[in-house]
């Protein structure tokens, strides 16, 4: 069942809670003596029990009130009255009822607090006061005052929960009934208000469990998935056969497309690919209600490869001429983090031989030397990968600025790999590289996946 859904069954259980409550007897005008019960009534020690006549006629006149205002006006008069009636906690609920029924959300509230003065924890009073209060926080009305009284009214409700005393007159069955009604409602809003204060391992452990009681409740099921995909470090499996869980419950619309298009992308970054997203996650998220065992082992995590391996891929099988065709980003990841074996397939096939391409200058040292970015990745660090030794001194006129692209030609002598740096010698700038511009140069190290929040 649905909160919203249960806040006013909940509310309207109320009535029918005040009245199953009211003490019965033959005569209105006569209550029963000290110690008797009245008739038609179950036995019960702790059931209460008007005895003045006058006060029992007030209540009962008040509780079968048929108009809504009317019924407000006689239950007020009554707790004006006898403000120690042992009916006093019933009929505020009753009220508290009444006053949901004309819409006055204010009194609603107002008398929410009014029954916990009397009962601290009045569990439909707690739950009604938790509802609302996530209700203004979604919304975005009053939101910090909104948000710390959820955290407190939920909290009070799990704690009274566990700890809280039956109420007098109640059978363990219906008490039962209610505790579970409400536990979903204190434990999604106290998940709620943990998600809202980035306490994600409180908002984990109570929203796993109102999604455990209501696995089809899309408001709980949804913050579950953020609470998980927003953790540092994230729980990523979990996070993704959530998002799919509430991809399946949203109705059909723009906001069903935005969740399943977020669950994909996450789904992407950790898995290297959506392979697997709409065939696996999708429909096994529809059907189940927790991850199954096999969720890991279908779902894996993409590992991207180390320099050393992207460096190996890059040569292997690769001819000289092959070699010779990629780009100068491409020599300087091998060159750099490849294996002995792997360098040395592209030093043998460059070393000594004249290379046209084209450079930014990062820094001029001297007429006869200049320091050039090659790679894409240098040129955007603004670092230099290379140090060109002219073969004569560079004319004033034509001498290149930092910062600027220009195209030169270079023998490569010698290299270091960390940090990378290769020495070109017999150097020439060129007005036109002599040679097409090689492709954009490849990153010297892999990117690396990050799921986006």
């Known amino acids: 069942m649905k909160t919203t859904v249960l806040a006013f069954v909940l509310v309207t259980a109320l009535a029918a809670g005040a009245q199953d409550a009211t003490p019965q007897q033959p005569q209105p005008a006569a209550p029963p003596a000290a110690g008797q019960q009245p008739a038609g009534q179950q036995s019960s020690a702790a059931a209460p029990e008007i005895k003045d006549p006058a006060e029992y006629n007030a209540y009962i006149g008040a509780i079968q009130q048929k108009d ?26 009753l009220l508290m009822a009444t006053y949901q029924q004309t ?27 938790s509802f609302l209060a996530r209700q203004g926080v979604t919304s975005g009305q009053n939101p910090q005052q909104n948000l710390s009284d959820l955290t407190q009214y939920s909290g009070k409700g799990l704690e009274c929960l566990q700890s809280g005393p039956k109420p007098p007159g109640v059978s363990d069955a219906d008490y039962d009934k209610l505790k579970k009604q ?60 959530y998002i799919a869980r509430a991809a399946s419950l949203a109705p059909a619309g723009p ?17 290297g690919s959506d392979d697997g997203w709409t065939d696996y996650a999708l429909p096994t998220a529809k059907t189940a209600t927790a991850p199954p065992e096999d969720w890991g082992t279908k779902i894996t995590k993409y590992v991207p490869p180390t320099p050393a391996q992207q460096a190996h891929d890059l040569v292997k099988d690769k001819t000289p001429d092959q070699i010779k065709q990629l780009s100068f980003g491409e020599w300087e990841l091998v060159l750099s983090a490849g294996t002995p074996e792997d360098q040395d397939k592209v030093w043998n096939v460059i070393k000594n031989v004249p290379l046209q391409m084209e450079g930014n200058v990062i820094e001029v040292t001297s007429p006869t030397e200049l320091h050039i970015a090659g790679s894409q990745d240098d040129i955007e660090q603004k670092r230099a990968d290379i140090t060109l030794t002219m073969s004569g001194p560079i004319p004033k006129l ?15 002598a010698s290299y270091t790999a960390t940090p990378f740096m290769m020495m070109m010698s017999d150097g020439k700038l060129l007005k036109k590289a002599g040679t097409p511009a090689p492709k954009k140069p490849v990153h010297r190290r892999p990117t690396a996946h990050k799921a986006t929040q």
Not at 211 to 230: F, I, K, R, T
Not at 255 to 271: C, D, P, R
Not at 398 to 408: A, L, S
């Open 68 to 93: 809504a205002n009317a019924k407000v006006s006689a239950l007020e008069a009554f707790l004006t009255q006898y403000p120690n009636s042992v009916m006093k906690t019933t009929a505020l609920e």
């Open 255 to 271: 906001a069903q497309n935005q969740i399943q298009a977020y669950g994909e992308k996450v789904y992407k970054n950790y898995h």
């Open 398 to 412: 034509r001498m290149p600025k930092p910062d600027d692209t220009f195209d030169f030609e270079g023998t490569p």
């Open 182 to 241: 409400v536990g979903v409602i204190f434990s999604g809003g106290a998940g709620f208000a943990g998600l809202q204060n980035k306490d994600y391992a409180k908002a984990q452990t109570n929203l796993k469990a109102a999604v455990d009681a209501e696995p089809n409740d899309l408001q709980n099921v949804y913050p579950l998935a953020m609470a998980y995909l927003g953790a540092n470090p994230p729980d990523t499996l979990n996070g993704l056969f």
């Open 103 to 129: 819409g006055n959300q204010a009194k609603v509230v107002e008398t929410a607090k009014r029954v916990l003065t009397a009962d601290p924890c009045n569990l439909r009073a707690l739950a009604l006061l």
